[in-house]
């Protein structure tokens, strides 16, 4: 009796695991978007304070966050998910920049008298750093939003290939190896998000396609060892 009881509560307890991982999958994502802007801003205050820009004040931030609207305005006129792609994006930043800064009064505060002396002034520079960069953040989350699919490109690819890998180990002699599987399954969350992680908290501006891509191909990658080690029988 308890041995028929087992199996089902093994498969309850992955049900409510899968549905618990669902629902916390969007605080996961928030919480990396916050984690984001506080490394940014963090950065970007200690790169004014130590002089690590050759541009005064939050200039270098300033223009951080046009170069990465520039890569959203000419590299993504396309999208699977949205028709107007540099519109959404348009429209999802000003939203953010109306409820963070703008009803907050923190933006007109931070722009009038920005170039004062003494500590107001100092202070309204580090804001207005602060405001820019996590536009900039801001801007990278609709760029991941909208290359998503490539991540499910990927994963697909992925999956396919090690379903293949682990089919020829079926039937060949391939030795089968728990410790590469759990490993592997392990490893593809963290590829995940902590590209995603590094991504949004880098200083400087960088072409999307530069760092993606690689994330892309070894999140894949991740996916295809994970599949091509799981066990033979079921």
């Known amino acids: ?13 992955k049900r409510s695991g ?47 966050m046009m170069s990465e609207m520039g890569y959203l305005d000419s590299q993504f006129t396309q999208s699977l998910l949205v028709s107007s792609p540099v519109e959404f994006a348009t429209m999802i930043v000003n939203t953010c920049y109306q409820w963070l800064f703008v009803k907050s009064g923190i933006a007109a505060w931070a722009e009038t008298g920005s170039g004062s002396e003494g500590w107001v002034g100092v202070v309204k520079t580090y804001l207005q750093a602060a405001m820019y960069v996590t ?28 379903l293949v890998s682990r089919d020829l180990r079926r039937f060949g002699a391939g030795r089968e190896s728990a410790f590469i599987y759990h490993h592997a399954k392990r490893m593809v969350t963290p590829v995940f998000l902590t590209g995603w992680l590094i991504y949004l908290s880098l200083p400087f501006s960088i ?3 530069l760092f993606l891509l690689p994330c892309a191909l070894l999140f894949g990658l991740m996916i295809a060892i994970a599949t091509s080690s799981f066990k033979k029988y079921l």
């Open 1 to 13: 009796m308890a041995t028929e009881e087992a199996p089902a509560q093994r498969a309850e307890s």
């Open 18 to 64: 899968l549905i618990g991982t669902l629902l916390k999958l969007p605080f996961v994502l928030l919480g990396i978007i916050a984690i984001s802007i506080l490394c940014s801003v963090s950065i970007e205050w200690l790169g004014i304070y130590f002089g690590w820009f050759s541009q005064p004040g939050s200039e270098h931030a300033r223009q951080t």
């Open 135 to 162: 536009l900039m953040t801001l801007t990278r989350c609709v760029i991941l939003m909208l290359t998503a699919p490539l991540f499910i490109l990927a994963g697909l690819v992925g999956f396919t290939d090690g």
């Open 207 to 209: 072409h999307p396609n």
